[in-house]
C-alpha cells in the first residue's frame, strides 16, 4: 500500500516569502505529526494531530508556522515570511494504534520522504 | 520537558567491528523505540522496548531497554556497510500515556568503513 508521501520533495525560497509544505498520510491514520530535522540530526517535534481533537502546537517555533488538516487527512504546514534559519528538512509521519506492531503503549510513527526547505 | 541524549554523537567503523549506541534521560518512559535514517529517507522504525530491562534482537542488533526505562542502548555485532545511517531513539513518556507523542533523542551518525 502507499506510504506517507510529501511534496514538493524540494522547495528553495527568497527570505520573506510564504511557503506552504503538504503531507498525505496512510488512509486510515488518525494520527499526523511534523517534524523538523536540521542538518542530519534529531527530529524537533512541531505539532500533532489526533482525530478531531485540538492539535498539540507546542512545538510550533513561532507564530509564523501554522498547520492545518482537513478531514482528518491531508495536512499542509504553512510558514510565513521564511527565514533562513527556517531551512531544514520538514518531515511529516503519521501512526495508528492499530498498527500490528502497536502494544498497549506504543505506536509506530511512519515517515514521508520529507521536504527540503532552502531560504535564500 | 524530556529529553533524550544519544551517544556518541559520531561513529565511524571499520566493516566487522562491534559497536554501542546509547540513548539516556533523566526522564522515565513507558516505551522507547529506536529508527534508522538513510539520507533522503524518513526514519524507519526497527524495535519497539516496552518492559523495564527487556532485551529485544533484529539479526545482528541487540536493543536493550533499562530497568529504570530511563535508557535504552543498541548493540550491532560484526557491523557491515549496510548498516550506515542515522540512528534515532523516540520515547513516549510516562505522561503522555495513551498519547502518541514521541520525544526523539539527538541522533547518532554511523558510518561503517569497507
Known amino acids: 500500500g502507499a506510504g506517507v508521501s510529501q511534496s514538493p520533495s524540494n522547495k528553495v525560497t527568497e527570505k520573506g516569502k510564504d511557503v506552504e509544505l503538504r503531507c498525505d498520510p496512510i488512509s486510515g491514520h488518525t494520527a499526523l505529526y511534523w517534524y523538523r530535522q536540521s542538518l542530519g540530526q534529531g527530529l524537533e517535534f512541531l505539532i500533532y494531530f489526533q482525530g478531531n481533537s485540538a492539535p498539540d502546537k507546542s512545538g510550533l517555533p513561532s507564530d509564523r508556522f501554522s498547520a492545518e488538516r482537513t478531514g482528518g487527512s491531508v495536512s499542509t504546514l504553512t510558514i510565513q515570511r521564511t527565514q533562513q534559519e527556517d531551512s531544514a528538512v520538514y518531515l511529516c509521519?503519521?501512526?495508528?494504534?492499530?498498527?500490528?506492531?502497536?502494544?498497549?503503549?506504543?505506536?509506530?510513527?511512519?515517515f514521508g520522504p520529507g521536504t527540503r526547505l532552502t531560504v535564500t | 520537558t524530556q529529553l533524550l541524549e544519544q551517544s556518541p554523537q559520531f561513529l565511524s567503523i571499520q566493516e566487522g567491528e562491534n559497536l554501542t549506541v546509547y540513548c539516556n534521560s533523566s526522564?522515565?518512559?513507558?516505551?522507547l523505540q529506536w529508527y534508522r535514517q538513510e539520507p533522503g529517507e524518513g526514519p524507519v522504525l526497527l524495535v519497539t522496548?516496552?518492559?523495564?530491562?527487556e532485551v529485544k534482537k533484529l539479526k545482528r542488533l541487540t536493543f536493550q531497554f533499562g530497568d529504570a526505562r530511563k535508557d535504552s542502548s543498541l548493540h550491532i555485532t560484526a557491523a557491515q556497510t549496510g548498516d550506515t545511517g542515522l540512528y534515532l531513539c523516540?520515547?513516549?513518556?510516562?505522561?503522555?500515556?495513551?498519547?502518541?507523542?514521541?520525544?526523539f533523542g539527538t541522533g547518532t551518525r554511523l558510518t561503517i568503513i569497507p
Open positions: 509521519a503519521s501512526s495508528s494504534p492499530n498498527h500490528p506492531q502497536a502494544g498497549a503503549n506504543s505506536y509506530e510513527q511512519y
Open positions: 522496548v516496552v518492559t523495564g530491562g
Open positions: 523516540a520515547g513516549e513518556g510516562e505522561a503522555n500515556f495513551g498519547n502518541e507523542k514521541l520525544t
Open positions: 526522564s522515565v518512559f513507558s516505551s
